[in-house]
């Protein structure tokens, strides 16, 4: 057996970036579930997934010619399609308008409708050499409404070009969150980019694919004529179990130095000597073998933190716990909620120093605590109106009775709604605490029982300082 201590390290040291907003992916963390296959490919205009499941990973891997030759080889199609960012977490003011110059935009007039088109007519112009108006996003915009005509004739010869060639075009917008921090505006925004992408799909070689947080489908969002054929093009980025294992492992052979060997050797432990590790262009590939839960992937990860989450099976098996008490209300477990909670776990186990195992039962709970809490910080950028919300209820045991929620509002907000403070978009639907619920539920916070009381599942429970009888607790 290996030395616990030795395998905790390299866990710790193995490359878990636990955040993407715009940074290129390591070659060596790649993973590509088989349902993120689908959501690849060109004919999926529509992606759709929650926070932490890889929208903004795929964007910037999309969007590096070395990573996308790596990509092409699960995904065929994208080995001969060129790929162009549309909008993205990161600032690029020329490829498209910020914040800012958006709201700047829509304020003079301008649909935005005509801004994405400006923006998928510039990156057109530069495949066929047409450079449009260029001084300021406003002239762009103002160009692209007066030149119809052209505008339609930059885009047929783009389309002619990459057919001649035998390649595709596919631009990709991401981050839309960021265009508005008003939830009309935004729902105008990604309608209007939705048409855009309806448009671009009359042509045979060009494509749009737009990653959408689930909460930013809303029925306004696709009311207009022929939206059902953007919404039959929809794929959701979610993450088995085995998935999420798989990704796992695939981080951990890839660990520096005397780490990795370490890894490696437990993998080479526990499979068959034909399903090995293989060392590709200085990256490690992990073997089909372990993107199954059986016979191997589960045995492996026991191996590492055992059969029992105690002294016997009724607390739960570690390999199913781990992920099941990380997921939101919606049944759905992040990569980086479970990358979080492992890293934590094998930090905190150093502190069972006789424990046979890399990973203590109790560490695992301890993981549990910091993704959560690392959850939490993150719905505060993303969502700064939730912190607030859920403050005056730290404290609470749930399951509870709504009533009791919506007294301690009024009582945190006596002058209503309107005095909860954010600094990006607010509730979507404030017209009432029952909206809050609501959008509270949308975000996978809240979960109504069928009893009428509220739960929460532990992902935020344990961060937002809620209690359960039997749970795992926050944190002092």
Known sequence: MMNPQAIRQAIIAAPFELDNTGETPRRETLYIPPAHRKALSRESVLVVGGRGVGKSFWTAALSNDHLLQQIGASVKELINTTIYIGHAARSSSRAYPDRDTFKALLAQGHEPYAIWRSVVV????????????????????????????????????????????????????????????????????????????????DFSHLRAKIFLRPDQMERTVTSFV???????TRADLTWERQDLHAMMWQRLINAPDAHGDCLRAVVTAALPSVAKPILDNDAWILPSALTAESPYQRPLFESLAGDKMGKDARRGVPYVWSVSHLADGHGWTSPRSFLAAIRAAAEDSEHY?????ALHYESLKRGIQKASQIRVEQVAE?????????????GTNVPCEYDPIKTTWDTAFPKGLGSIPSTHLPPQHAESWDGVRKDLERLGIFVSRNDGRIDMP?????????GRKGGVKPRN
């Open 353 to 357: 120093s006789d424990y046979p195992l």
């Open 458 to 466: 532990d992902l935020y429970r344990v961060g937002f300082g809620l």
């Open 122 to 201: 510039k990156w057109l112009g530069t495949i066929v050499g047409e450079t449009i108006v260029e001084d300021s996003w406003a002239s762009s915009v103002q160009w692209i409404k007066e030149n119809p005509e052209k505008t339609a004739r930059i885009a047929e010869k783009a389309n002619e070009k990459y057919l001649q060639e035998g390649r595709f075009g596919l631009i990709v917008f991401d981050a839309l969150d960021r265009t508005s921090d008003d939830w009309d505006a935004m729902n105008h925004i990604v309608r209007d980019l939705l048409r855009v992408a309806l448009w671009l799909r």
């Open 226 to 232: 022929d939206a059902s054929k953007i919404l039959a």
């Open 382 to 394: 993303d969502d700064p109106w939730v912190p607030e919300v859920m403050q005056p209820l730290k």
